[in-house]
């Protein structure tokens, strides 16, 4: 219907058909026809944009997206199997890693993944003993993605540790 009103008066302007000086009328019909295309104009971006709102936006519910699910959680890792195929990226070579021992995995507080705590008899480069050292793991889709050493916020003190 707008867009009717708006051609028509578009068609007669260009026609010269109707008398646009001496009639009123039509004048006004002419000027309501563009200040409502100029409010169509100006309304159909902003009302288009409500479909874009997100799952926190001042809206009523049923016109914000939906939150999406957070991920299932993985399955807890197999750290001794993980540790004993990659030692490698746990300590390094010239540590010669020997007595090493594993705590049970524990999911990671900021994130999806899970931490363990590593144990082992650790020697220098200079081949003296540096003694037990503790290493914390990520691990993230069955994968060592981080290690460092252990801190006491880490608890890795009093976990209880399994040989690999």
Partial sequence: MFQQLL???????????????????????MRRIMVQAALMMGLVPALGACGFADSRAPLPEFMRTKAS??????????????????????FVNTSSPHDVRVSQPHH?????????CV????????NKPLGTQTYLVTISGGQIIDRRRAKADDNCVSESYDPI
């Fill in 108 to 116: 990671e507080p900021n994130g999806a993944g899970w931490t363990a």
């Fill in 7 to 29: 051609m028509a008066g578009v068609r007669e302007l260009i026609a010269g058909t109707g008398n646009f000086n001496r009639s009123g009328d039509k004048t006004r019909r």
């Fill in 119 to 126: 144990k082992a008899e650790l020697t220098s480069a200079m």
């Fill in 69 to 90: 699910e957070p991920p299932p959680p993985e399955p807890p890792p197999d750290v001794k199997r993980l540790v004993r195929e990659k030692l490698e990226t746990v």
